[in-house]
């Protein structure tokens, strides 16, 4: 079982975004967006941005185990954990939070993949289960700037962190002390 790095996804002025798909620290990420904010700051004629976001994309992929089964949150999964349904194809959902300066959004669901001939089971279908977390500010200082990632990095983790299941924790947690090694 296999649990991807997040991608990253940053959107700051409106129209521009960065892909960050592997950093080593949250400070590390934060410092590279602060260093795009100053620059995007000498450029545009505004005090504000119009939306700021931290987007992280995770997918628990797996060729010979259910991604679904502890991986992630059984309240998320419950109409597939319930064996009830045969054959399925698609399954998704979202969760929109509102706030007064945002909000956040939780997208999450299957992902059919092909195994490829290296596996040994070409052509075999295996699902990945996908988290997709969208924590965003709107109207955002640029002087506030380093406290809007902060804050939308805290609502992402402990939405990342409710939407996963045991195994992950685990996983993540083993992953984090080996590291530290």
């Not at 967006?33 to 995770?58: C, K, M, P």
């Not at 597939?80 to 929109?96: A, E, H, T």
């Not at 805290?154 to 924790?169: S, V």
């Amino acid at each position: 079982m296999e649990l991807q790095h997040p991608l990253t996804e940053r959107r700051i002025a409106g129209s521009y975004f960065e892909h960050v798909p592997k950093y080593t620290t949250y400070e590390e990420m934060k410092e590279r967006t602060l260093h795009v904010v100053e620059a995007a700051s000498q450029v545009i004629d505004s005090d504000f941005f119009t939306r700021v976001g931290l987007r992280y994309i995770n997918v628990v992929t797996s060729d010979t185990e259910d991604p679904v089964d502890e991986w992630v949150n059984p309240e998320l999964t419950a109409p597939l954990l319930s064996q009830r349904f045969q054959g399925v194809q698609d399954y998704s959902g979202k969760l929109q939070l509102a706030a007064a300066d945002g909000g956040c959004l939780l997208q999450h669901g299957i992902r059919l993949k092909t195994l490829p001939p290296t596996t040994g089971e070409a052509g075999k279908t295996v699902p990945s289960y996908y988290i997709d977390v969208d924590a965003y500010r709107t109207e955002v200082l640029i002087k506030d700037a380093s406290a809007a990632l902060d804050a939308m990095h805290k609502q992402a983790f402990e939405m990342f962190d409710w939407a996963i299941g045991d195994k992950a924790r685990e996983y993540l947690s083993a992953e984090r002390t080996s590291a530290k090694r």
